[in-house]
């Protein structure tokens, strides 16, 4: 390069700068590239993540649910969902006698 | 070292930081000088510099050859400069080439800029130059390059390069001793 950058366009630098900077450079280029690798892995694990939140959710809010407006039998539905039961007419009369004798079943008026 | 041989070294996994070192060395200062021109500023140009080096050494793989090694790099800092005036010029809400006033603002702004009669007047006159005039004049009259290399770096014809360049240099050269 011929042309003097200070001479013809004034510009200066800080003294050493770039024997000061060339390792600045390879540092900063090799780490940014570590810390965007990372940052994928994590990206990885944000659908599980929410997938997790979800069913956390699921779990909190149903076991915090008020039945009050509830049919015996959506009552029923919804706690076979969770159990994992299947429905029989066995299950439902289980079911009531369980709950009423707790006194938490609503009736429909 | 020959381009090939830095590219493989580049390329390869258990090389490729050593290979990275050496480009370093080969091209920071060139690299800096063509941002600086562009950016106009040290400081703006020191981030544009890193910001080009974490570039290159990203996409090496993705580097076919199909160029000089030298020409991808300058093309990768020019896009690069080039982002930097655009985002600043969102910041600032002007256009990219509405940018004489903010030039020179940028120029006595800037703590390593001295300000003597030629420097001034050059500014004067690159000032009043689009941004793309500006980069085929600095790429030709101070970093040298080919025609050909700069048409490959702008993705521009050759000729209308050509055509542009000495347009410029015409001018300078009748206004820059007035």
Known sequence: ?109 | MKDEELVILLKSKELKNKGFKILIDLYQFKIYWMIRKVVLSHESANDVLQNTYIKIYRNIDKFRQESKLSTWIYRIAYNESIRFLSNESKIKKISIDTVQENYTKKLYADNYFDANKLSVKFHQLLSELTVRQRTIFNMKYFDELKFKEISKILEMNENTIKSIYYDVEKKIKRDINE
Do not use: C, W
């Open chain 1, 1 to 109: 390069m011929k042309k003097n950058h200070n001479k013809e366009l004034g510009f200066k630098i800080p003294k050493n700068y770039f024997e000061e900077s060339n390792n600045l450079l390879f540092d900063l280029s090799v780490n940014k590239k570590r810390n965007i690798f990372n940052l994928k892995s994590l990206s990885e694990f944000i659908p599980y993540s929410i997938a997790a939140i979800f069913i956390i959710g699921f779990f909190v809010i149903n076991s915090n649910q008020n039945i009050d407006n509830s049919t015996i039998e959506d009552s029923a539905l919804l706690y076979s969902l969770i159990s994992g039961e299947e429905i029989t007419e066995e299950y439902v009369f289980d079911y009531l006698v369980t709950n009423t004798s707790n006194n938490k079943i609503n009736y429909k008026k």
